[in-house]
């Protein structure tokens, strides 16, 4: 005879502390927590990552979302940054020569300023220089001597015609315009009456005349625009030398100020070279004096000589750290920005926007893995910088034909930073397999643990975990049993009475409901009522989809039963998820068995809705009936199992102890008690194996047998594997207190049998056989009268 299993205390169905473990009254007794609770692992491994500085060990942070992975990665190494050196600016400046390639300079933090000061100052200068410096009286002088002999050379030409003129009896007549020949009698010029009145013989030899004077002036003044170009030559070149002169010493503050940066300086002679061409064009041209605004000639300026400054750190802030939400090309490697200009589109290199690469140059650089392998082209492109260490800003648009205007090519700057990847375990395994990059980039690892040992250290630390939020937002402090009650709810959320939960973020949130709840009751600290009410609260919110199956158990849409008994029928567990809660449902598993030589078959898995888990259950079914029964002749049933009233996907193996006793019970026609419901695994040896979702499972059946009334026999069999893992709820333990519900825990199938059936299950002898009357012994007698009846036929 066996022993039938005994439910368990309530002091087991939950997680408890006492209060002789917190060693305060209120959270304003503690001091903040400093650094991330549990993750000695990660702690030491983001320290070495960050220690390592040769190529490669760049680090990838994985974990579950909520762990704190995220801001205990960017407070570390923020706090490292701090105690590096401040890396150089750069700044991207006109290339003179070549506009569309514009150049980069890389500055010091403090000479970055001095440098775009000076720059401007000598922007105040040229435009307080020019054009005043061409009035001064000695440019004047040498500009009325080139004026002079163009002149002297245009006059010399019109004198040797007016005095052949003169000869012949012409008056020669000058305007700013036109140069025009009249007639003359006794040197008085004719008008047309005049002239009228002359014989046809004399007015024939003026037209003559005439004719050949205006050859003659064309003759003398055919090298005429010889002489203007030689003329604005020099004065071309009077300009330049006049506005050469004036710019070297508005240089010479630049050249001290950077006589040690041979970049610069090379720079500062460019822009030498092409200062007086500038100052030509945008201050000194007479068709622009009138007409251009002090702005708009400021603004010509700054275009084309102030740097752009691509990355700003203050001289004693230490190594960047970046953090860059939207990872997107642009946002990683800058853009060049266009605008329209008379329907075109135009840039310079003031229309280059850095990106996040630029600004963690010299640092660290933290991105979620998971929207950099979405984003389109941004992970080649980021490994390419990684390996080259050069930051190039290229648009890779242009190279698939979408982007098709001229665009700038700016200066390659050397890059050195530490990319520091946040993301899942299955990005990091999967980055792993497929990518070679991957493993030769990126050999520091940070595992976060999703789970934390509950002990006196950690229960300390997690109080003052607490605190630190408290005191971050504004909230009130927790009492005693406020603290014990998140404990509690943490275990809860790892599903382990002697763990906590690392996904802090959720906890947080709690916290932040029940200081709101605690706010509307107007009491001064948060207590274990509050954490309640906020958790009543949240599945009150989030409980529309499983208030509904409720109703429908109640009204008897859905069947299932909590009392009397059924036979090749049993009441299973499942867990739903929706969105970020989960609640626990019973379901009715049916079984029917006869004669024939399918063997257990799925309905789940003939009609496509059983998943692989799932089916890997139905077979293991098939391996322990086989072992265990049929050692002395062949299996030869057809069983059919199904889940009823499913119409979804069904998946998990945790309904195969449930499906096995109820196949068991269709083959011996032995009554199943509807008043428990079973969840657990089984393998081949009958042995029960954990699953997940226990504490909600429970919670389930608990409510359909609570809503119809409870009888002190109805409860939940659970694999004696998951009894570490029960934080039920206040509601269930009372009642297990109370002995109105029962959880009993089964290491093997038999015991499972005992309950479920009310038999003696039985157990086997040195050579395999049962007791007679046993449940065991009544399976070999019906399978073999099966076997036999295959024999006959």
Known sequence: MTQKPTSIPHSLATQTISNDSLKFNTTADLEPFQGVLG?????????????????????????????????????YLKSEAKRQ?????????????????????????????????????????????????????????????????????????????????????????????????????DGKALDETEFAQLSEEERDTFH????????????????????????????????RETIREAITPLLQSIRESFSDHQPVIEYLDEMEEYLPSLVLEELVEERLMDL?????????????????IATHHNPDSGAP???????????????????????????????????????????????DAEKVLSEPMVWEALKRALQSHELKMESPYSEIGLFNTTSLVPAVIPLEFKLVLIGSRNVYYLLQQYDDDFRRLFRSVVDFDNDIPLNEAHLDAYAQLLKSRVTEQGYSDLDRDAVARMVQHSARLAEQQDVLSA????QFDLLAEADFIRKLAQDEVITRTHIDRALSAKQERTGRVYDKLFEQMLEGTVLLETSGTAIGKINGLTVMSLGDTSFGSPARITASVYPGSKGVVDI????????????????????????????????????????EQSYGYVDGDSASMAELICLISALTHSPIDQSFAITGSVNQYGEAQAIGGVNEKIEGFFRLCEARGLTGSQGVIIPHSNQHNLVLNDEVVRAIEAGKFHVYCVRHVDEAMHLLLNREPGIADNEGNFPEGTVNGDIIKRLQSIADLGKKD
């Open 39 to 75: 993750q000695e692992r990660a702690v030491n491994a983001i320290q070495f990552g960050v220690a390592m500085e040769r190529p490669g060990y760049n680090i990838f942070v994985m974990g579950e979302t909520g762990t704190g992975r995220s801001s205990y990665v960017q407070d």
């Open 85 to 185: 050196a401040t890396p150089d600016i750069w700044c991207y400046v006109n290339n003179f020569k070549n506009p569309r390639e514009p150049r980069a300079l890389s500055l010091h933090p403090d000479e970055a300023s001095l440098f775009r000061r000076l720059v401007n100052e000598l922007i105040d200068q040229l435009l307080a220089t020019f054009p005043a410096a061409l009035e001064h009286p000695a440019y004047q002088q040498k500009k009325s001597a080139i004026d002079y002999v163009f002149n002297r050379r245009y006059d010399k030409a019109i004198e040797a015609v007016e005095r052949e003129a003169h000869k012949r009896g012409v008056a020669v007549y000058r305007d700013s315009s036109a140069i025009s020949f009249t007639p003359m009698r």
């Open 208 to 239: 003559n005349d005439i004719g050949e004077l205006e050859q003659m002036l064309s003759e003398h003044l055919s090298e005429l625009p010889q002489w203007k170009r030689e003329s604005s030559n020099d004065l071309r070149n009077l300009n």
């Open 292 to 308: 251009r605004e002090e702005f708009a000639k400021r603004s010509s300026l700054e275009d084309a000589l102030l740097p752009n």
């Open 321 to 367: 750290v970046v953090y860059e939400p939207h990872p997107s090309y642009a946002n990683l490697f800058g853009r060049i920005e266009y605008v329209s200009d008379q329907g075109a589109l135009v840039t310079n290199y003031h229309r280059i926007a850095p990106g996040a690469l630029h600004r963690a140059n010299g640092g660290y650089l933290i991105l």
């Open 503 to 506: 996904c802090i973020g959720d």
């Open 604 to 643: 789940e898995r003939e009609v496509a809705l059983g998943q692989a888990i799932h089916s890997k259950g139905v077979m293991i079914i098939s391996g322990f009936l086989g072992n265990r029964y049929a050692q002395k002749f062949p299996l030869a049933i057809s069983a059919h199992i199904a889940m």
